[in-house]
């Protein structure tokens, strides 16, 4: 249930409403490849019969989900636990307490006690492991509850391109996925899928990246890269979001916004630079009509780079890291990293000789 509603922006109601055999492997396609899982299921938000009432049954969605490999392994999991054609979160086959009168899918209050367990079981493991790092925090917000995946999982993709989080391709994988929205028709405009979340959660992302770049500007850093100008034009042109009260008309703005090419800001902390994403310049080859860069696959060279003094800072941190690795690294490794931090001075190197004064560059 977590790994559905984390990874594919469904909803509680949607995650509550699948069934076994509603994500079959998929033939390959006509040159070969392996074709993408789909789940097809009921979807519930905005159905209404022709008198516009809503129908609490829903009703089967046009246009399936794309389950990534960690939720096609979920489903396969739950369809062991499940007869055919059943639901996958059967009261029946789940609520082990009492199996009497139990019908339909568990309910959202039982449901969101599981993830409470699943929290105590996680934090239970990492202490008996000597793994205190790895324990879940309670959060000062209140307990997870079902309905707060589905915008984590837009935060994480707009805010954590690769690197620090344990499913990174996935995510990354996911961006490409909604991304290619016009060809694959996933969770079109129709269907307001997932897009208008990630759409509002990149858009207050860029929204701080540009106002970073400003502070860091004021404060007297320099800035290099071939998209120095069109970075600062942005970061003045930007507007800044103190708070996070996000009206429902915002996710329409925020997708205009996005699509403005050349001049929104991504973050991109693991290559330490920030992206001046232009669809034409990018070397990370967006899908055609992708609004944003695949931060993921980013590659040196790129014509959308920017850095800033404190990227600088930052590679040169990250390289002496780097080299405490290598020192304890065998003979090819140790030369591997070592080339790494190299390669990260260097570049920290050339932002030093090319850098200029933000007033230098307007
Ligand atoms: S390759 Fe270019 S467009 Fe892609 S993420 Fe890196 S800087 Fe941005």
Redesign the pocket.
């Known amino acids: 249930m977590i790994l559905c509603l984390y990874l594919t922006g469904m909803r509680p109601q949607e995650v509550q409403g699948l069934r076994s055999g509603c994500c079959p492997d998929p033939e390959p396609t006509a040159d070969g490849a392996a074709g993408r899982h789909l789940i097809r299921s009921r979807h519930y938000k905005n159905v209404t019969d022709e008198d516009g009432n809503h129908i609490s049954a829903g009703e089967d969605r046009d246009i399936p989900w794309v389950a990534i490999t960690p939720v096609v392994h979920a489903i396969r999991v739950l369809e062991r636990m499940v007869p055919d054609g059943e639901l996958l979160l059967s009261a029946g086959h789940h609520a082990f307490a009492s199996k009497r009168g139990h019908h339909g899918a568990l309910k959202g209050g039982a449901l969101n006690d599981q993830i409470e367990r699943f929290v105590v079981w996680v934090n239970r493991e990492a202490t008996s492991l000597g793994l205190s790092h790895q324990t879940i925090p309670e959060d000062p917000h209140g307990a997870s509850g079902m309905s707060r995946f589905r915008r984590t999982l837009a935060w994480h993709i707009a805010r954590r391109p690769a690197g620090l989080i344990a499913l990174a391709i996935q995510y990354g994988h996911m961006r490409t996925v909604l991304d290619a929205r016009t060809s694959s028709g996933y969770a079109s405009r129709s269907q307001r899928g997932l897009h208008s979340v990630l759409d509002v959660e990149t858009a207050l992302a860029a929204a701080d990246t540009a106002a970073r770049l400003s502070d860091r500007m004021a404060s007297g850093e320099r800035i290099s890269g071939p998209a120095s100008r069109r970075a600062i034009a942005a970061a003045a042109t930007t507007p800044r979001f103190e708070g996070r009260i996000v009206p429902a008309k915002f996710a329409g703005k925020a997708a205009r916004f996005l699509a403005r090419d050349g001049v929104v800001l ?1 973050d ?1 902390p693991d ?1 330490f ?1 920030i ?1 001046a ?1 232009k669809h034409d ?4 080859e967006p899908e055609p009509g992708a609004t944003a ?3 993921y ?3 040196p060279g ?1 014509g ?2 920017v850095r800033t003094d404190t990227h600088a800072r930052q590679l040169r941190t990250r390289a002496d890291e780097i080299d405490q690795m290598a020192a304890a690294a065998p003979g090819p490794l140790g030369n591997r990293l070592r080339a790494n931090s190299e390669r990260l001075r260097a570049t920290a190197d050339a932002h030093d000789t090319t850098a200029q004064p933000a007033e230098a560059l307007t």
């Open positions: 991504y991109n290559a630079l992206c994403f310049n990018a070397l990370c860069p695949r931060q696959a980013c590659r790129c959308n780079t």
